[in-house]
C-alpha cells in the first residue's frame, strides 16, 4: 500500500495522438465559441482537459510517412494550412503495381478508393507535434511522459486512471528512486491509445463491448530513407500488392515520397502491411517487408540511399462491424482504440480526428446540460456519452466505413476472392462479392495452423543484408528504442511453460516471427531443452505478439513512462 497522488480534471484523454489531440482542441474551441455566445446568466464552460502520453515526448511513439485525407482536419481546423500544419507535399502522382518476384505489372487504372487526388503525404510525427503545440495554445494540458497503468472503475463505471509507477526493479520491489503513479480522476475518460491498447482491451473484454466481429489486425512495417532526389518525387505515391506474401495472406506495401532530407537527398517512406490473420505459423511481417525491398521497382528507388528510420504498428482492420461499442458510463473510445481505420483505402487519419471531434461534441454537450440543471455531477453518464455514438451514425465518417464494411473479410478466400470483393463493394455500397454483407471473421490469432507433418521450412537468409535489407535487431537499433532495464517486464506471459511445451511442438515457437523487434528467442538450456527468453527493451510497442498469438497467453501492458520507440523528426 502506498499513498498516491490524486489530480483531478474534467477530461482525461489518454493518447497524445491525431484521434486524442483532436478531442482536446475541438473540446476548447466548442466551449469557446459557447462562451462567446452565451447569454447573461448562461453558464460559461471552462473545463480542465488533461492529455497523457506515454512516449518520451508527443510524437516519440508515431512513426513518420502517410497519405492524409485533408477531411478531418479540414472540419477541425478550417485554416490548418494557414495554421503552419508541416506537410511534406501534395500528392503528385499515384500508381498500384502488382508484383511477382523479379517483376511486377502497372495496373492500367488506379481503383477510384486508392485515388489520392488532393490529399498530402505528410510526417504524421511532425504533424502531431504540431496538433499538440495547438492545443496546448488553446488551454489544453498535455503531458509526458506520463503512462496510464489501469483504469481506476468502480464496476461499469470509469472514474479515471492510475499511472504507472516509476523507479520499481524487476522483481517489482521499489528503488530508491521510487515515485508512485497518481491517480488521475476525470469526469470521463477518453481512450485514444491506438491500436489494441492496454487500457482499451481490458475494457472491452470486461463489459463485454466486443463488436458483432470480433477484432482483426495487420502489423505495418516501415522504414524512412533518404535517397537521390531523381529516384522519387515529392507527393509520388506508390501502392503494391502481391509478392513477397502468399496469395493467401492479406497486405501489401507502399512507397511515399516525402519532403527534403539532410543530405541533398528525398525523404520516402517505404513500408508493407501483413495481416494478422495469416495461416502460417512462421509469417514473418519484418521478412516480407524486407524482401519486398529486393524488388527490382523498390531498388530502383532505394539504389544508393541510407535507411534512417525503422518502426512497426498494429492496424485495426475489422472494419464497422469490429468496432467495439465505443461508450459507457465515464468513458469514450476514439482512433484506433475504437476502430476507427479505413482498410480499403488504407487511411485512417482522417477517421481518428473525425472520432475526436464526435466525442467533444458529446462532452461539451453533456458539460453544457449539468451546467444548466444546476448538477455537480463526478462522472458523465452513459446516456450523455451515447452521443457520440448517435452523432457517429448520422456522420459521413459512419457513411465510409459502411462502404467498406465487408473489405477485409473478402481476403479470407485468398487475394483474388478478396479483389473481387472490394471491387464489387466499390460499386455496389459496401456490399459483398454475389451481394452478401456482413461477412464475418475470426479473432486473428484463430486462423493460425499449427505446423505441418514437415515442420516449419528452413528460410532462407535474406538477400542484400546490411545494405538493402536489415535484421530485426538492426532496424530496432534505428528507432531509438530504450527502456529502463531494471524494471518489471511489461510483456507478461501468463502461461510460459506452454511456450517450451504445446507451442514448440503445435507452432514451432510463432512469436519468434510474427514479433518485429526480436523481442522472444528461444535459446538453448542447460540440462538440454529450450528456454524463451525475452529482450523487452526491444519492443517497439506494436502489440503484434498480444494480438498474434496462439494461445493467447502473451498480456502487453506499458512500461514505465518514456519507454519504448524514439521515433525521430523526419
Known sequence: MVERDV???????????????????????LCARHNEKAAEGEPKLEPEILVLEKGKEVGAHIFSGAVLDPSGIQELMPDWKEQGAPIEAPVSSDATYMFKEGSSKKLPFQPKVLKNEGKYVISLNKFVRWMAEKAEEKGVNVFAPLAAKELLREGEIVKGVRLADAGVDKEGNPKSNFEPGA???????????????????????????????????????????????????????IHMMGWPHEKDVFGGGWIYGMGDGFDGGRLVSIGWVTGLDAKRPWSDPHRYFQLS??????QKIIAGGKMLDYGAKSLPEGGLFAMPKGYGEGFLLIGDSGGYLNGMKLKGIHLAIRSGMLAAQAIFEGLLDAAKKGEEITVLSAGHTKRMHD???????????????????????????????AGFA???????????????NKASHEYMQKLPSDGKPDLPKLPGLGEITFDKVEDVYVSGTKHEED?????????????????????????????PAAVYEMVDKEGGGEKLLLNPSNCVHCKTCDIADPYQIIDWTVPEAGGGPGYRLL
Not at 7 to 26: K, Q, R, T
Not at 406 to 420: V, Y
Request: charged share 20%; net charge negative; proline share 4%.
Open 391 to 421: 452523432l457517429f451514425e448520422k456522420d459521413w465518417s459512419y457513411h465510409e466505413l459502411r462502404l467498406a464494411r465487408n473489405f477485409h473479410q473478402g481476403f479470407e478466400k485468398g487475394r483474388t476472392f478478396g479483389l473481387l470483393n
Open 183 to 237: 491517480d488521475v480522476i476525470g469526469k470521463v475518460t477518453v481512450l485514444a491509445e491506438g491500436s489494441r491498447g492496454s487500457l482499451t482491451k481490458s475494457l472491452v473484454a470486461d463489459l463485454n463491448l466486443e463488436g458483432r466481429n470480433p477484432q482483426v489486425y495487420a502489423t505495418g512495417v516501415k522504414e524512412v530513407w533518404e535517397v537521390p532526389k531523381d529516384q522519387v518525387e515529392a507527393g509520388q505515391v
Open 293 to 298: 525491398k529486393t524488388h527490382p521497382l523498390v
Open 7 to 29: 489530480m483531478e480534471f474534467d477530461v482525461v484523454i489518454v493518447g497524445a495522438g491525431p484521434a486524442g489531440l483532436a478531442c482536446s482542441i475541438h473540446l476548447q474551441d
Open 426 to 440: 466499390m460499386y455496389f455500397g459496401g456490399k459483398g462479392f454475389l451481394w452478401s454483407d456482413g461477412l464475418s
Open 487 to 515: 524494471q518489471p517486464c511489461h510483456l507478461v506471459i501468463t502461461n510460459p511453460d506452454l511456450c517450451v511445451t504445446r507451442c514448440t511442438e503445435e507452432y514451432g515457437n510463432p512469436c519468434q516471427h510474427f514479433c
